[in-house]
Every structure is written in structure tokens, then in C-alpha cells.
């Protein structure tokens, strides 16, 4: 329910009874994991925008979503992410609060999720920057040396941060 997730000390529980099912390695932890999932993803004011989204915006929920992010599998991450943040990246690595969430996915998500975020994010990296949220580039590159085969895409996208794109005349100074 919707109540369990409010109270700081609820969400604090939740948290630890995440932490705690994933080093049992219970299988139970998984259905937990999709059910809390599925709380963040219910009731939205921003009738704009996807509840999970608003839930990542929220600081208590966001901390939630982010320990669900680090127990759940390549599979529920895949579904979490093509679901609910694809497409809305450049948005939620700039918000103050969100970013972190991404950074929790990136962390843990697996190599076609990983490439679909460079993808929609490595053209755009300047503007967490500018935001001063350096974790989502550095969780990119993290992600990226996870998976040797991203590295040059990466690093293509971290290079042009802050330059012209390719081709493209110099600014007068």
C-alpha cells in the first residue's frame, strides 16, 4: 500500500528487508522486488508522466526505487527501464533528486540496457553537467568499462563534452 512508503521509518525497513532477502538470497526477494516496484508505480499527481517517474523526482520513494534497482534482475531492470525511462533520460539525469536512480540502474543494468542509455544519453551529456550531477557520466563510464564492447562509444560521448561537434567551425573567441 501506498501508506507503507511514506513514513521515512517505513521506507527505511523496506530497505533493510531488501537488503537483507538479497544476501539470503531468498527467492523471495524477486516477487519483493516487483511488488514494491509495482507500489512506485501506482497513484502519480503528474498525470504527464509515468507514476515511476514521479516516484524517482521524490526523495523517499527515490531511495526505495534505488535499492530495488541494485537486488533486481537483468530482466526487471530491462522491463523497469524500456517501461518507464526510456525516453525520458535527458530529463531525469539532469533532475537533482532522479539522477541518482539512474546512476543505480546504470550500476547494475545489463549490456543492452546499458547501450540503449548511451544511446539516448551520450549525445546529451553536457546537460547533467551543467546541472552539477558528475555521477551520472561517471556511472555511464562505469557501466561502459562493465562492458568492453560500449568503451569506445563511451568515450566517443565523453570527449565531445564541451567541444563541436565534428566538422562544425570553431566559435570566434
Not at 516496484?37 to 534505488?66: F, K, M, V
Request: charged residues 20%.
Amino acid at each position: 500500500s501506498a501508506a507503507l512508503l511514506t513514513p521515512a521509518c517505513a521506507s527505511l525497513c523496506l530497505q533493510g528487508a531488501l537488503s537483507a532477502l538479497h544476501r539470503s538470497q531468498s527467492p523471495s526477494c524477486a516477487r519483493f522486488c516487483r511488488a514494491l516496484i509495482g507500489c512506485l508505480s501506482q497513484d502519480s499527481p503528474a498525470h504527464d508522466q509515468s507514476p515511476l517517474l514521479t516516484s524517482l523526482q521524490d526523495p523517499a520513494r527515490s531511495r526505495l526505487l534505488e535499492a530495488a534497482m541494485t537486488v533486481l534482475d537483468p530482466p526487471g531492470l530491462r522491463e523497469l527501464f524500456r517501461g518507464h525511462l526510456r525516453g525520458h533520460l535527458r530529463g531525469v539525469a539532469s533532475h537533482r533528486v532522479a539522477n541518482h536512480g539512474l546512476q543505480r540502474l546504470l550500476d547494475h543494468a545489463p549490456e543492452d540496457v546499458v547501450e540503449e542509455v548511451l544511446s539516448e544519453l551520450g549525445p546529451a551529456l553536457e546537460e547533467p553537467l551543467a546541472q552539477g550531477h558528475p555521477g551520472v557520466v561517471l556511472a555511464l563510464l562505469g557501466a561502459a568499462q562493465r562492458h568492453p564492447r560500449l568503451q569506445g562509444e563511451a568515450l566517443r560521448c565523453l570527449f565531445q563534452v564541451g567541444h563541436a561537434p565534428f566538422g562544425a567551425k570553431p566559435r570566434p573567441l
